[in-house]
């Protein structure tokens, strides 16, 4: 099984949306941009937002065991995939991608 390196590439925080929709929280989204994690399986890597695993843990164990090609090859990289989690005020996008043998 491959080593898969998840980056933090995009943070957007759409402030109309949070007044006009959302109740006030305390902790929100701590990621941040270039931040990296590395993911073997379906173990969430520690210190992960746990609703972003939930959305991208499928796309991490199918490139940990060899697929690729995601979306008809949308991505110039087919052992990659570009995801956002599910937060719809604080969106967050990841490049996901195989680690070479040779990357730590």
């Known amino acids: ?3 898969i390196r ?3 590439v995009r943070k957007a925080c759409y402030e109309d949306l949070m007044a006009q929709y959302e109740n006030p929280i305390e902790k ?3 990621l941040e941009e270039g931040q990296v994690f590395l993911a073997e399986g379906w173990r969430r890597p520690e210190g992960f937002c746990e609703s972003a695993w939930e959305t991208m ?6 490139l940990a065991h060899g697929a690729e090609g995601f979306y008809e090859g949308w991505m110039k990289n087919p052992r990659s995939v570009l995801l956002s989690c ?6 967050v996008s990841f490049l996901v991608e195989v680690l070479e043998e040779a990357e730590p």
């Open 28 to 30: 929100p989204c701590n």
């Open 1 to 3: 099984m491959k080593k």
């Open 6 to 8: 998840i980056t933090v």
């Open 57 to 62: 843990s499928p796309f991490v164990l199918g």
């Open 86 to 91: 599910n937060d719809g005020f604080r969106p």
